[in-house]
């Protein structure tokens, strides 16, 4: 019942590494993966170490967060950080890799796929940026919030957005669905034939604009629904967004078109040194994703600020960044 620290979004500066560490030194600037496998179940021994059986997650299950002034942790999880990288993007690198593991790993895109994201948070708006400097072909954001989609055309140019209405009163979900699926259908391209069954319980769809992927990014279960109507058949949905523990799907639709579902835990190996590569290469673009920062003594307000969803400026809040003074990190290695 102690105080609860939060946090896993994390950078911070070496301040103290084991005897046994090699290639980390007092100074560095590193980026903290926040997940501490066993390393002696089966699923870190086959390298998915995200579903570790004794899994220690930063502000999960008991553990403190990284929001303090001094953390620990194995020599592993911390990625130096290279010239021109910043610590705020340090921070950033946490969700850029659960994008980087949702459109590399659980989608394995392809060159020149059409994709449909759902959900135009930092997790959504990440994915849309991997997906882009990875070669997908279209880029298609859905989301309820204008601002947010405004601010998604600007961060990654080239990409297309739908601003979804929200469902009528009393209107159910899979009927709002197969309404959504109608007016994405009709915005994606003249290329694409349309067919549908008597109950629109799955749409065929072929041409080059046809949806060959579908990232669902917002939990939402009218927007998982949506995404398996729109694919094209044997398409790939990849679930990311957390939902409810028991959606309703068209199962039908899954079934008749084929498709592969897949969801889409955090991340695995390689996920944080690609997502610092594409970083330093200027492939993507972090800054533009911090709409406020605060500093140590402020962190109230910063949390305020994002429960808000908006700072006292008025401005839309994407990420908000607590800095402190001590930003520092005791390295170890067991």
Known sequence: KKPFVLGHETSGIVHRVGERVVGLAVGDRVALEPGEGCLRCDHCKSGHYAHCDNMKFAAALGRDGTLQGFYTLPADLCYKLPQ??????????????????????????KPNTNI???????????TMAVAK???????????????????????????????????????????????????LLSSVGPNLTRQATALESTFDM??????????????????VQTGLLLLRKRGTFVQVGNSKPYAN??????????????????????????AIDLVSRGLISLKPLITHKYEWADAVQAYETTTAAKGPDGRAAIKVLSESIISDCSIEIY
Do not use: W
């Open 84 to 109: 021109g990288m910043t610590l705020d993007d340090g921070a950033l690198i946490e969700p850029l890799a659960v994008a980087v593991h949702a459109i590399v790993h659980a989608a394995d895109l």
């Open 206 to 223: 072929s041409g080059r604009e046809a949806i060959d992927l579908v990232v669902e990014c917002s939990g939402a279960e009218s927007c």
């Open 133 to 183: 400097a990875l070669g997908a072909r279209k880029v298609y954001l859905v989301d309820v919030n204008p601002s947010r989609l405004e601010f998604a055309e600007s961060y990654v140019p080239g990409v297309a957005t739908y601003c979804a209405p929200l469902p009528a009163k009393g209107e159910e979900n899979s009927v709002y669905a197969q309404r959504q699926v109608r007016v």
């Open 249 to 274: 799907i068209p199962l039908l639709a899954v079934i008749n078109k084929e498709l592969t579902v897949r969801g889409s835990f955090r991340y695995g190996p390689g996920c944080f040194s690609s």
């Open 116 to 126: 449909v994201i759902f959900g135009a948070g930092p997790v959504g708006l990440l």
